[in-house]
Each structure stands twice: as structure tokens, then as C-alpha cells.
């Protein structure tokens, strides 16, 4: 039975394939495809360490899914996210923060160059909006004037592509959110580059250490929501002992105290011995 496509939209597979020097055009068609920036800077693509610059030690450190330089020195980094994250948009400003101020030099020199940010989610970022595609820049809105364009964000949502294409970039956004070979093979038509990264993914999906270290990513994710399950529910049990202890103090029956808070007549019971000592 042949093995199934490991999906582009997972961060192994997306850093595997992005994230890998000998393909550099593929990132570069990518990124033409999303980006408005002179085709020249794509000349010399260099993918960096995707660990941010801090100042301090102690400060939290930044993993990016990929980072990288382009041939003025442009900086871009590009985050792929498959689950929702309420803090994801407080992320992005932080990893932009950090990849701002890691230019100043000890001399305090602020000759900056541009960060853009691109966060593709499989989930909707920006409910408000029917757009896959936003771009945020410092801007005021009431004079219609941009502050500086240092700093860029762009975001692609993979749960509004329409059905039809509309620009080049679809084609690179339904080749991300494609599950099975067939839907591969149907956007590999849409030009060479994409062809190649259908063929990657495929050749991907066949190495046993790939599909090890995308089990690593799944794993990973499981244990993430289980801990936050279980934190909340935690929470939960907490809150509901809470309002027991109250109902104790003021002598509510035991029957009716389990029946309120959904706690098991065995923990009232510790619930009251507590109290009493």
C-alpha cells in the first residue's frame, strides 16, 4: 500500500523543502509570488539561522520557521501555522521586534534594513475580512500616508483561496494546502517551479527520516493540546472545588453540592474534612 503524501503545510515539510540551500528558486518563486520587491533582490537568496538575536540572555528566544537575506539585505522570515494560536499575532511583532533591533550595532547606529514578515495559517487569522492575502505596513489611515516601510506583514489564510484562480499565488497557496497526490498533481500543471516542489514533496514523503521527523512535529502537537486540555480542565476542577467549599460554609445538603459543581460525593466529603481541620 503506498505511502501517503506528507503535507507541505507542515512545518517539517515546509522547512525541508524551503529551507534547503539547493532550492532557492523554488523560495525565490515563491516569494515573487507573494512579495512587490524588485526582482534583483532575488538574485542572492541566503537562508540564515532561524534562531532571532537577543540582547540579553535571559530574554525568551525566537524560532523562526525560516529566515532569510536577500541581495540588499533585505530581511524576510516566513512563519506557517496550522492550528490557531491566540498569541500567534503577538509572536510575529516580537520576532519582528527582535529582528529590528538586532541590526543596532554597540555603536547605536541605525542604518535598518527592511523586515518583512509572511504568516500563512490554515485557520482564519483575520475573521473580518474575506482576503486570503493582507498587507500590513505603518500607515496612517486618516492621511493616507505610509511612516516608514521598514517593517511589512503580509498574511495568506489557506482557508479563503477561492476556487478559481485569481493571481499566480494561488497556485502556490492551493500547492500548500494540498493532502493527497491527485491535488498535488493537478497544481504541479501550473509552472516549473511548482512542478519541482510537487516532485520534492513526493521524493519527501518517500524518506523514512522525513516522515520520522514529521511524526516528531504530529507527536509534538499532541502533547501540546493534551497539556493545555488538561491545564484548562485543571482549571476547571479548581474553580468547581471553589464554589463547593462556599456551598460547604453555608450548609448546603452534600447531594445538592454535587448535583451544582458535577463533583464526585467522595472529594465533598475531602472538600469538608479540610475544613473542619
Not at 46 to 57: A, C, G, K, Q, S
Not at 189 to 196: G, N, T, V
Not at 205 to 216: F, I, T, V
Amino acid at each position: 500500500m503506498p505511502k501517503s503524501i506528507l503535507p507541505p503545510k507542515s512545518n517539517t515539510v515546509f522547512q525541508l523543502l524551503f529551507g534547503d540551500p539547493r532550492n532557492t528558486e523554488l523560495l525565490a518563486d515563491f516569494l515573487k509570488a507573494v512579495l512587490d520587491i524588485p526582482k534583483d533582490e532575488y538574485r542572492n537568496i541566503v537562508i540564515v539561522n532561524p534562531n532571532l538575536p537577543r540582547e540579553y540572555p535571559d530574554r525568551k528566544l525566537g524560532i523562526v520557521d525560516l529566515r532569510l537575506t536577500t541581495c540588499s539585505g533585505q530581511i524576510i522570515h516566513v512563519e506557517i501555522q496550522r492550528f490557531p494560536a491566540q498569541v500567534m499575532r503577538d509572536r510575529l511583532i516580537f520576532y519582528d521586534a527582535n529582528l529590528i533591533a538586532g541590526q543596532v550595532g554597540e555603536g547605536g547606529e541605525y542604518a535598518l534594513k527592511r523586515v518583512i514578515s509572511i504568516l500563512i495559517t490554515d485557520y482564519d487569522l483575520i475573521p473580518d475580512s474575506p482576503l486570503y492575502h493582507h498587507c500590513f505596513t505603518l500607515y496612517d489611515r486618516l492621511a493616507a500616508v505610509e511612516f516608514t516601510n521598514i517593517l511589512e506583514i503580509r498574511t495568506l489564510e489557506l482557508t479563503k483561496i477561492p476556487d478559481t484562480p485569481d493571481v499566480y499565488l494561488w497556485n502556490w497557496l492551493r500547492f500548500l494546502r494540498a493532502e493527497t497526490k491527485e491535488e498535488l498533481d493537478m497544481v504541479a500543471k501550473a509552472s516549473p517551479a511548482i512542478q519541482k516542489a510537487t516532485a520534492t514533496v513526493k521524493k519527501l514523503s518517500k524518506d523514512e527520516r522525513a516522515r520520522l521527523l514529521y511524526l516528531d512535529e504530529v507527536m509534538a502537537r499532541m502533547y501540546e493540546r493534551s497539556r493545555l486540555d488538561g491545564a484548562m480542565e485543571e482549571g476547571r476542577t479548581e474553580e468547581r472545588i471553589a464554589i463547593a467549599r462556599k456551598m460547604i460554609k453555608n450548609n448546603r445538603p452534600v447531594d445538592e453540592i454535587t448535583e451544582d459543581t458535577g463533583l464526585s460525593h467522595d472529594e465533598i466529603q475531602r472538600q469538608i474534612k479540610k475544613l473542619i481541620h
